[in-house]
């Protein structure tokens, strides 16, 4: 059944990829990610639990944020891409001082996470639990999440200005190309994950490279943008393979015995599949009992940090049965939360307005309004992550979304004027 409904979701992505004219838009991002999921989840995990109920939920939501896409593209499916006029951003005219700017805040970001990153490696040596002091420290994940470990806040900040330095290291390389400081705040991530033995973080920052890099084929007149991202899916999905790998290795250690071998495949298809066999078991036995929270399950880290409620660890504390062999999993797809939190008529439109904006954000990105870059790539990432879970969940992901956002257009005061209009 999941093989069925994953070629449904195909057949809609082909459509849209053809209306769209082969404009990879976040709303073909998010549909497209789910019929992979569940195509590859028909063919390597049919065991898993699937419910046709959620299956439509699914479609119900994907469908609203076309929908709201759709009108928040405006006049932009009437521009034809033959026209080269979508990539008028090249005409933009940014001057030395936005570059150097750009370039200093990228700089400093990174240097500060990265300094934070050594004093949060420090702290967390004092609890090693191996003969020698290592950084890398069996349950310090759990330690963590359960306030063990106390963060000062220069730590906290360092973490969380990391993504968006991401963010703004990637939109660099769109305008000017790759230059080495920014790798910087990409390493402060990479530690921070490390460190808790995480793979998130580095999958995120593999997703949003993903979207980067179809954006600046964009910028630079490159017809065949989206063939070319195309190509580079294959390396994508490697790298994102050795990643969660090593990050389940360094989580649970083992001795490259056949039951480790094992251990850590069903991981990797729980890892992969469970949001999806999860939401499907809570559509058909909890959903009944949601409540309207407004917002606490979707921006559960920011509920938290404003004292309204405090988040569990992995957002919720249920775990769903997935499939026969006894495994469970308690991430529930980017959908669960905003049924939690608005009902199935609130999260259609919540997916509906999240549509609409992220048309603008797309429509006006190609039309030269460079400050929508690094929105953009959050909103890309998201739709990319939706069939696991959703990143909003996250401060970091928040902070990633605004922050190069309101710099870039402060930077943007008496800049950016066009010689092509549209």
Known sequence: ????????????????????????????????????????????????YFSWFGGVIVLVFCSAFIVGEYFGLSGLQHVRI????????????????????????????????????VDYYQLLKGYSTGEEESIIISGVREVLAGDGIPLPMFIKVGITMAYAGVILALVYWILFGWRWFLILPIISVVLFGFSQSGRAGTII??????????FRDLYNGKRNAA?????????LLAVAFLIFVGGQILREGGEGKVED???????????????????????DYWMVDAQVSWGRYTFSSL??????YAQETGIYDQYAPISQLGEVSNIYTAFRSLIDDFHLIGGAIFCLLFGYGSGRLFSRSLHGDVQYFGPLIG????????????????????????????????????????????
């Open 1 to 48: 059944m999941m093989l069925i409904f994953g070629a449904i979701l195909l057949i809609i992505t082909c459509t849209l990829y053809i209306s769209y004219e082969k404009r990879l838009t976040p709303g073909l991002c998010l549909v497209g990610s789910w019929s992979f999921v569940c195509v590859t989840q028909g063919i390597f995990a049919a065991d898993m």
């Open 82 to 117: 033959n026209t080269l006029a979508e990539l008028s951003a090249r005409d933009l005219i940014l001057s030395q001082k936005f570059r150097k700017n750009l370039l200093i805040v990228v700089l400093i970001v990174g240097l500060y996470s990265l300094v934070a990153m």
């Open 205 to 214: 920052i593999l997703l949003q490279s993903f979207s980067a890099m179809y």
């Open 227 to 235: 063939q070319r991202l195309g190509y580079r899916t294959m390396a």
């Open 261 to 283: 071998v094992f251990r850590i495949f069903l991981h990797l298809r729980g890892y992969m599949f469970g949001g999806v066999s999860a939401f499907s078991h809570y559509v």
């Open 303 to 308: 509920y938290q940090a404003l004292g309204l």
């Open 379 to 422: 909103v890309y990432s998201w739709a990319f992550f939706a069939p696991m879970a959703s990143l909003t969940y996250f401060n970091s992901f928040l902070v990633a979304m605004f922050f190069p956002w309101l710099y870039i257009l402060y930077l943007l005061q008496g800049e950016g004027k066009r010689i092509v209009k549209l």
